[in-house]
Nanobody, 124 residues
Framework: QVQLVESGGGLVQAGGSLRLSCATS????????MAWFRQAPGKEREFVAS????????DYADSVKGRFTISRDNAKNTGYLQMNSLKPEDTAVYYC?????????????????WGQGTQVTVSS
């Protein structure tokens, strides 16, 4: 069982930046695709960004393109989400997820392992 632990959330003003981390002790993480999803109050969980096992292929939701960057460091078994130019509408609980495949897309059902989530709040 792969346990994912997110960190780096918090309260930030609009226009600010945060970097989320997703860490695991599971070495097989380096062969899994991973992604970030988010869920705002009263809304469904939505896809934010994904990255393949080697970090050579990424995908983003239109709402975050040009502002967010997903990356990973397989030597550290850690994934990241750099969030710049944050907006109040980015406020949500952010979840990292890992798929038991080297490539995965934007659907939550593609991902087997999930973290507990970290709160990101952007004030206007």
């Amino acid at each position: 069982q792969v346990q994912l632990v997110e960190s780096g959330g918090g309260l930030v003003q609009a226009g600010g930046s945060l970097r989320l981390s997703c860490a695991t002790s599971e070495r097989t993480f380096s062969s899994y695709a991973m992604a970030w999803f988010r869920q705002a109050p009263g809304k469904e969980r939505e896809f934010v960004a994904s990255i393949n096992w080697s970090g050579t292929s990424t995908d983003y939701a239109d709402s975050v393109k040009g502002r967010f960057t997903i990356s990973r460091d397989n030597a550290k078994n850690t994934g990241y989400l750099q969030m710049n130019s944050l907006k109040p509408e980015d406020t949500a609980v952010y979840y990292c997820a890992a798929a038991r495949n080297r490539y995965a897309g934007s659907k939550s059902y593609e991902y087997t392992y999930w973290g507990q989530g970290t709160q990101v709040t952007v004030s206007s």
